[in-house]
């Protein structure tokens, strides 16, 4: 019953948190709101939602360690498992893309991240400090987008979508979130006990890589479609707004002591992970079948270990 509570759990949180950016950018555009500002905030947000109800669930449960772990873990996945499994089926010619910017900023983000956790605690000031990195971030962003030509083409947008159609879309998004988190959180923390494992191993695993499926679904789709940009950009955006969105709100609702695992084994490799995407971003290197091979060999050692 525990695996039926995961999957279900993880089902609805994907298509709640789908419905939810659909009804929010639409809501949004109807009352007038910028599309350029809809684009970086709401839909950003919006698709880190599952992410974000599964760290606050984790901490109001008492299992903090998971929302630690789901993090950490999908930062770890986005770059060894959601642009290597593409790479196995196309080559993405990331020479052609320029995300240097953004990728400078992710590696800020998981060094001030990494620093914050050897402290042995993320508490409110913790999350005070990395919403104000997300804040700076956001801030830069929409005034390098001010300086670019052309109409901003907003994700799920629709000009035509009446009120209760948006309405359609919230409601199954706003309920369908907290109830997906709940059966997803119950579900493997019975896992967890069942194999001996703690809620941090489970983060790292088993709903990382779930959470991760979004992500992973964009990517081959950009990989298909020859959109070097689009699946990096994915990978970069996502683990900027896990580090300080999600960790930041999540750690306004309670304290996450962070384990001796993650300081010696875990949040290194999430470091290194970000690191191999060097030659990519600056050295005009595609990402290959070899690198694909690679990059997801890579992810199934670090399971390994740290199972």
């Known amino acids: 019953m525990e695996w039926f509570y995961v999957v279900a759990g993880l089902v609805i949180l994907i298509f709640a948190g789908d419905s939810l950016v659909k009804g929010a950018v639409n809501l949004a555009l109807r009352l007038g709101v910028p599309a350029l500002i809809v684009s970086l ?14 760290s606050v669930q ?82 830069h962003a929409v005034i390098c987008a001010r300086r670019g030509t052309g109409e901003e083409e907003v994700e799920g947008a629709d000009p035509s979508m009446r009120g209760a159609k948006i309405a359609l879309y919230l409601v199954p998004g706003i309920v369908g979130l907290p109830i997906g988190a709940h059966l997803l959180i119950e579900g493997a923390t019975v896992v967890a006990q069942d194999f001996g494992l703690s809620e941090s191993v489970i983060g790292l695993t088993l709903v990382a890589v779930g959470t991760s499926l979004p992500e992973l679904a964009t990517t081959v789709m950009a990989a298909l479609r020859r959109q070097a940009d689009v699946a990096l950009g994915n990978v ?22 962070v384990d001796a695992q993650f300081l010696t084994f875990d ?41």
């Open 41 to 54: 905030t709401i839909v950003a947000f919006g698709t880190s939602a599952p992410e974000l109800l599964i």
């Open 58 to 139: 984790s901490i109001l449960d008492g299992v903090p360690g998971l929302a630690l772990g789901n993090v950490v873990g999908s930062n770890t996945a986005n770059v060894l498992l959601v642009l290597g499994i593409p790479a196995l089926m196309a080559v993405m010619y990331t020479s052609e893309s320029d995300v240097r910017s953004s990728y400078l900023q992710m590696l800020a983000a998981t060094v001030l991240f990494i620093v914050l956790c050897l402290f042995g605690t993320l508490n409110w000031i913790s999350g005070l400090i990395l919403l104000a990195g997300l804040a700076a971030m956001l801030t």
């Open 236 to 257: 970069i955006g996502s683990n900027l707004f896990n580090l300080l969105g999600i960790m930041g709100v999540a750690t306004l609702v309670g304290p996450v002591p």
């Open 267 to 307: 949040l290194w490799i999430m470091l290194g992970a970000s690191l191999l995407m060097i030659p990519l971003v600056f050295f005009g290197a595609n990402i290959t079948r070899i690198w694909g091979v690679g990059l997801t060999a890579a992810y199934a050692l670090y399971v390994w270990a740290i199972l």
